[in-house]
């Protein structure tokens, strides 16, 4: 490369062979960009010391008596003749760094000398850059700018000097480097306060310390952030991402708003866990980019100043490292809403366009944040559900045992993808090793299950215990096989639903309804216990007293709580003595008969909408009206206990360490006094204490006794005679029972 003066010819030794290949790595560009700035500190020197007139147009550097009269002379300022052959070197090595479209951006540098800042701020940055890596611009420095110590770091003023080897004047303004507003002086350079002994131009430049670790690649480090952010590893998404349509639409989206240079967000709505963060990540991956989460709770959790600083480093990696911004919105509440408003205002304005993940419901402050484009992540399905499970046990070297059936698994438990990860990582603590994994098995994977969706639904509903099994049971034959279809309802529903491909056609909630019905007593609660037992779910009784209410809207509000609550649950809900609430609808006459109508169809709406499984209990099946039952998937009858039956609940509800009298007769009980199995329960309690309080065995004539007091108390005549002359005839014939 030529120049027009011999006086410079040595720079053609600075870039001599130099192409437009781009760099093929940090250190190659480094070592140009620092051959760039020895060249023109070169330049600046040479002039100095041989006094030429263009040496007499700086503005940041001292001048000697002579120099300083001259530039008070009249006249026109010299030129630096080579000014158009340093400003090719300088949109070279531009060129260079940013690769065919932009391919560069992974070098650290590329970022920092991006379209963000005027080459004039380029320039500052590189300068103070070249002093954090090398202490020779140390001396160099303080040279150029006459300092008395001999070093120093640049000025601004020493800035616009070398900047003047290659820029017009309208580029090497003063105030794009006194601007505290600007790129520059907003997140890298360090702020200065001012000195009343010097001029603006006599402020040094230094960098931040998060830029001087991003400069030497660390793109890892999370700096004032770490307390709520955290980088999202490039992974194998692909693999079982189950949100493709999203993905491409997020793209799609993503892509074109960055062409545009669009400012606004994506707004990707959801339930919490259902794979919002691996759309950003999958997002980051397509685009060869990573994703930074930026958790909002914790975000605001601190104080201002803590908060700031999160944000500045966060705009620091997203516009300077090349990460693509998602901010996490779960769990922030509306008493945070104005200093989110703020956080979402400064990411705007600096990072321009950015990710949010929020729940389906969340609208706030959309209006100050631009073009806003809202994706649905819909929870996954059961086949997705069954890949998150093979996944993420390949990822924590998990593996199932024999009995572990994971279509049965996705079956009876609906869950997200963080939900699963969630499990997993916390049953392998406590799972037994099979050579080189954890082994998990059907017990510990659903206790844990069971564990991971406690949550309470609050004060409508209180938890049942499920301590019965199919052994408890009294039912008629059809009674308990329509019980077990049920279950094979849930057990199957993965199978017939995707793999038979029956979910396509299902126009509501692929969830399972059930109307008991039956007189008082009869087993209701308990076999809604039993199904609860028997498909490893935890069940929870509604309370109904809780539910309705008189002011109209407000019962639905409260049903809608409780199916909202369910829905992170996999619960079963339990409306005992549905009746109470759910009343057969009538013709409309008053705006009473409209409100109660509105709740009957609410409830039906959100049981058809709820994927778990619901339960209603009456012992009027008559004040249901038969669209109402039409929309129950089972109506199962729980009828009043024959002779046989009875003989079979007596036989079982004492305990094998109840003290017993030798000779009682369990089929005279069963055969004379007709109780249900609550009442059978009751009697066989009332008798187990009267013997207790005397010190002895349980024995006929406190079960007598127990058998008339519930008679009386559910208002029938007393039957101890009946039952004394029933044992005495029995004896006569010499049966007995022990």
Not at 408 to 417: A, G, N
Not at 614 to 625: E, G, H, P, R, Y
Not at 680 to 689: C, D, E, Q
């Amino acid at each position: 490369m030529k120049t027009e003066q011999d006086t410079y010819g040595f720079m053609e030794l600075y870039f001599q062979g130099t192409t437009e290949e781009p760099f093929a790595s940090a250190a190659e560009q480094w070592s140009a960009w620092e051959r760039f700035v020895d060249m023109l500190c070169m330049i600046s020197l040479v002039m100095k010391e041989q006094k030429r007139p263009e040496s007499l147009g700086r503005i940041g550097c001292l001048l000697e008596d002579e120099a300083l009269v001259k530039t008070l002379e009249p006249g026109e300022r010299a030129a630096f003749p080579c000014r158009k052959q340093v400003r090719d070197i300088f949109e070279l090595l531009l060129r260079k760094g940013r690769g065919p479209e932009g391919a560069g951006a992974s070098l650290p540098l590329s970022g920092f000398l991006s379209e963000n800042l005027e080459p004039v701020e380029m320039m500052a940055f590189l300068l103070a850059a070249c002093g954090d890596r090398s202490r020779k611009y140390e001396r160099i420095f303080g040279v150029l700018q006459e300092e008395r110590s001999g070093t120093a770091k640049p000025t601004a003023g020493l800035v616009h000097d070398l900047c003047g080897l290659f820029l017009e004047e309208a580029q090497n303004m003063p105030g794009l480097l006194l601007d505290e507003d600007r790129f520059l002086n907003r997140f890298l350079l360090q702020p200065q306060r001012d000195d009343a002994r010097l001029s603006r131009l006599s402020r040094p430049i230094s960098l931040r310390k998060p830029v001087v670790s991003l400069l030497y690649g660390n793109r890892k480090m999370l700096g004032g952030m770490a307390y709520c952010a955290q980088v999202l590893e490039e992974g194998d998404t692909d693999l079982v991402l189950c949100h493709q349509e999203a993905l491409e639409r997020l793209i799609q989206v993503f892509v074109r708003m960055t062409v545009l240079r669009e400012d606004g967000v994506v707004l990707l709505q959801g339930i919490p866990g259902t794979g919002k963060r691996y759309l950003a990540q999958a997002l980051g991956d397509s685009l060869g980019m990573e994703a930074l989460c930026i958790h909002g709770r914790k975000l605001l959790s601190k104080g201002p100043e803590a908060v700031a600083q999160a944000l500045e480093e966060a705009v620091l990696k997203t516009v300077l490292a090349g990460h693509i911004l998602y901010l996490d919105m779960n769990g922030v509440g509306r008493e945070e809403a104005r200093p989110l408003a703020q956080a979402l205002v400064f990411l705007k304005d600096y990072v321009g366009r950015f990710l949010i993940g929020a729940d389906a419901s969340w609208r706030e402050e959309t209006e100050i944040l631009g073009h806003v484009y809202r994706i649905a992540v819909e929870k996954p399905g059961a086949r997705e559900q069954k890949a998150f499970w093979g996944h993420f046990a390949g990822e924590y070297g998990i593996g199932f045992a024999e009995d572990v059936d994971l279509d049965q698994l996705v079956s009876l438990y609906d869950l997200t993808p963080g939900r699963i990860r969630e499990t997993l990582a916390c049953a392998m603590l406590a799972a037994p090793m099979a050579g080189d994994a954890f082994l998990l098995g059907k017990r510990g994977l659903e206790e844990e299950i069971r564990h991971q969706c406690s949550g309470s639904l609050g004060r409508y509903a209180a938890r049942l215990d499920s301590p019965f099994g199919w052994e408890d049971l009294q039912l008629s034959g059809e009674s308990r096989k329509q019980l077990e279809h049920a279950c094979d309802r849930i057990r199957f529903r993965s199978v017939v639903n995707e793999e038979y491909g029956f979910g396509r056609k299902l126009p509501y909630g692929r969830g399972l309804s059930i109307l008991l019905y039956g007189p008082p007593g009869t087993g209701k609660t308990m076999t809604a216990q039993v199904l609860a037992n028997e498909l490893g779910l935890d069940i929870y009784r509604i309370d109904l007293s809780q539910i309705g209410s008189k002011y109209i809207g407000e019962t639905e509000k409260n049903l809608g709580a409780v199916f909202d609550a369910a829905r992170f649950s996999n619960a079963i809900l339990f409306f005992d003595e549905a009746d109470a609430l759910f009343t057969k609808r009538t013709e409309v006459a008053s705006s009473n008969d409209r409100h109660a109508n509105a709740e009957t169809a609410y409830l039906l709406q959100r049981i058809e909408e709820y994927s778990g499984v619901s339960i209603l209990a009456t012992n009027v099946m008559q004040n249901f009206d038969n669209a109402f039952k039409r929309r129950m998937t089972f109506l199962i009858p729980i009828e009043q206990p024959g002779e046989e039956e009875r003989l079979a609940l007596w036989e079982k509800v004492f305990p094998e360490e109840a003290p017993l009298e030798k000779g009682i007769d369990f089929g005279v009980y069963a055969r004379v006094a007709e109780l249900t199995g609550s009442g059978i329960k009751s009697a066989a309690l009332t008798a187990a204490y009267r013997a207790a309080a005397e010190h002895r065995r349980i024995g006929n004539q406190d079960l007598i006794g127990a058998v008339d007091l519930e008679y009386r108390r559910i208002g029938r005549t007393g039957i101890d005679q009946e039952l004394y002359t029933a044992l005495y005839m029995e004896m006569g014939r010499g049966g007995s029972h022990a």
